[in-house]
Every structure is written in structure tokens, then in C-alpha cells.
């Protein structure tokens, strides 16, 4: 018997929540499940779409209570081309269950995937988001997207099973600021997990392009100060190794978009993104939608030549705008590299570490 763990934004998602699942005692019944989406950005998957179960090859069909199925992920799991995705590999690396949720049959069948998944596990849910855009109000001057979270928090509601929500590592997904998050997780007790929670992950953060999660990886090793991604700079403080639990309603209570998502239970993705554009004026099938490098295959194998090391943290330094660390994702970008090119970079430049310290 188990907990269903939740990576509420899809992504990166999973490592962080494994993390979590780890600190709260996911383990005892073997390597938790962790349901999400197989949507990931550009760079990852060109398609910059939901995927479902028609996009991969070699799933695990499992059975859930009344008849409804869901799709868990193998190592052997391949992505159909032109689609990329990370989760064939985080499938290999994570010590996890990797369940496929599909969102393309709108918030109901989400909801009966969820329910079918958490009757499986035979526990309740537990729903894990890094950085905390889930607690949104839709008005953040840095928010990008909120609207797979809140797809989550709506989802959840529905199932009717008692549902727990956790942000980690408040703000470190640069989209709503840590104070502001703090505020709206007054009188949450954080849990910290420690450093042997964090080193769970340690192998799909050695090629794994997510920042968000690896940001809170490095702060539960310790790592403080600011911290250059792709999208801005950051700060890791000594409220970001936190886990902050809260429960489902007070979520929802902040989030407009979840709650007009209950309400309004759209039939289909694009009429349950069009209820997120409405209410927030982001696309939320369409955000961050920018032009990706040449696209690679997952899992990643081997890599694009990096230039020395000395030459390599010359100019990581640089392009650091004088922060202390940079993520790896970013350093990849700045190199002309890409995400698969990661492991190849953390040889040259000698690291072990989730982040690069630059100062």
C-alpha cells in the first residue's frame, strides 16, 4: 500500500517529486508511484505536446478498479518519433513507478485516471509541485505555466480522494517569488528532506535537463545564493530546501484557474486551456514555445563536444551576470550545446554536483 505521488507540472517534475515521495516516506512499500504528464518543453519534445499512449512504444497497461486502465512506464519504453520525451529515462534512473497521465479526454477522464491510479496504489494522493506556481492567482508578473498545475488541482478535486499538495523549493521555478509564495504557505511546517532523499535522484539529475529540480536538489545539499537559469536568475535561500505541505481546498482557494476548471469541467484539452487563457491570458498548449535547438533523442547516450574546461568556464563566468551558480541547462545553452550534451559538459568541466558554481 502506497501513496499516489503527483508531479503536478510534468517536466522535470518527477525527479522532484521522488525527492519529496523519499522524505515523506514513499519507499516503505518499494519504489513509490509517481503519475505524470509526458509533456515536456521544446528542446526535449519538438511537438510541445500532451503526450499520450499512442506516442510510446513498450508501456505497461496495468488494470484500476472498475475497468479503467492507465499506462506505467518501462526502461525499455521508447518515444515514438518526431516526439521526444525524458521519461523512457527517468523510468531507468529514478527508483520510481512511472504512471502516464493523458489529459487529452478533458478534466473528467483525467480525474478517472487519477482514481484508478491512487486504487492501485491503495493509498490517497499527494500531489508535488517545485517552485509553487500551483498556489498562483493568475496575475504574477513572472508566471509562464500555470496551467498544467491547475489541470492537476482540478483533477484531483474530482476524484474525491483525500489529496494532499506539497510545494518544494518555494520560487525556485522563477515564476512566482519566494516571499510572495511564503506569504500564501503561512502556518505550512516544512519538512526538509535530507541529503540521502536528494541523492535518490542523483542519477537522472546527471543528464536530466530540468532546472526547477535540480535548484532544489542543490539547496537540500546546501547550496545558498543566486543561481542562473535559461529564463532569469534566482535565488537559493534558506527557505528553499523546504517542503511545504497544505491541504487540496487552500490550494484551490488560491488558484482561480483550478477552481473555474471544476466548475466548468471541460471536455478536452484545448476547451480546459482555453478556460487558463481566459482567466490568466497565457496559452497555456503554447507557453514557452520558443524556437528549440537541434532536437535530440532520449535517453541521452553521448554528446556534442564541449570545448575545454578553461575555455568553458570562461565564458560560463561571463554569462553568469554575476550570479554564483548556473544550472547546467543553461551553461548546455550558453556552449551551443543541448540538453543531451549535459553529461558530456559535467566531464569536462569535473562536477558532480546539480548546479556549477561560478564565483
Keep these: 500500500m502506497s501513496d499516489l505521488y503527483v508531479a503536478a507540472g510534468g517536466g522535470g517534475d518527477p525527479v522532484g517529486t521522488l525527492i519529496a515521495a523519499r522524505a515523506l516516506g514513499g519507499v516503505a512499500a518499494g519504489p513509490p508511484p509517481i503519475a505524470t504528464y509526458a509533456w515536456e518543453r521544446p528542446e526535449v519534445d519538438p511537438t510541445a505536446a500532451a503526450l499520450g499512449g499512442g506516442d510510446f512504444e513498450g508501456l505497461v497497461r496495468e488494470t484500476g478498479d472498475g475497468g479503467d486502465g492507465f499506462a506505467a512506464f518501462a526502461p525499455a519504453t521508447r518515444v515514438r518519433p518526431p516526439a521526444g520525451s525524458t521519461l523512457p529515462g527517468l523510468a531507468r534512473d529514478l527508483p520510481a513507478r512511472l504512471l502516464l497521465l493523458d489529459p487529452a479526454a478533458g478534466l473528467s477522464a483525467l480525474a478517472r485516471q487519477l482514481g484508478s491510479m491512487a486504487a492501485a496504489a491503495g493509498g490517497r494522493i499527494r500531489v508535488v509541485d517545485i517552485g509553487g506556481d500551483v498556489l498562483t492567482h493568475g496575475d504574477e508578473p513572472g508566471l509562464c505555466s500555470p496551467f498544467t498545475d491547475a489541470l492537476t488541482l482540478a483533477a484531483c478535486h474530482l476524484t474525491g480522494i483525500p489529496t494532499t499538495v506539497h510545494v518544494a523549493g518555494p520560487g525556485l521555478d522563477g515564476e512566482i517569488e519566494e516571499r510572495t509564495l511564503l506569504e500564501r504557505l503561512t502556518g505550512s511546517e516544512p519538512l526538509v528532506p535530507g541529503r540521502d532523499a536528494a541523492a535518490a535522484a542523483s542519477r537522472a539529475l546527471a543528464w536530466h535537463p530540468s532546472e526547477a529540480s535540480a535548484l532544489w536538489a542543490a539547496s537540500l545539499h546546501g547550496a545558498r545564493g543566486t ?52 482567466l490568466t491570458g497565457i496559452d497555456g ?56 550534451d549535459i553529461p558530456a559538459l559535467r566531464t569536462v568541466l569535473g562536477i558532480a554536483t546539480p548546479l556549477l558554481r561560478t564565483a
Design 227 to 278: 543561481v542562473r537559469t535559461v529564463r532569469s536568475t534566482v535565488r537559493l535561500t534558506d527557505a528553499s530546501p523546504g517542503l511545504y505541505p497544505l491541504p487540496l481546498a487552500e490550494a484551490l482557494g488560491h488558484n482561480p484557474v483550478a477552481r473555474a476548471l471544476v466548475e466548468e469541467r471541460p471536455a478536452t484539452l484545448r476547451a480546459a486551456a482555453a478556460v487558463s487563457q481566459r
Design 285 to 340: 498548449l503554447a507557453s514557452e514555445r520558443t524556437a528549440p535547438p537541434r532536437r535530440a533523442q532520449d535517453p541521452p547516450a553521448a554528446g556534442t563536444a564541449a570545448p575545454d574546461r578553461d575555455t568553458a568556464m570562461k565564458v560560463l563566468r561571463g554569462a553568469a551576470d554575476g550570479a554564483g551558480h548556473v544550472t547546467l541547462r543553461h551553461a548546455a545553452r550558453v556552449l551551443g550545446l543541448t540538453w543531451v
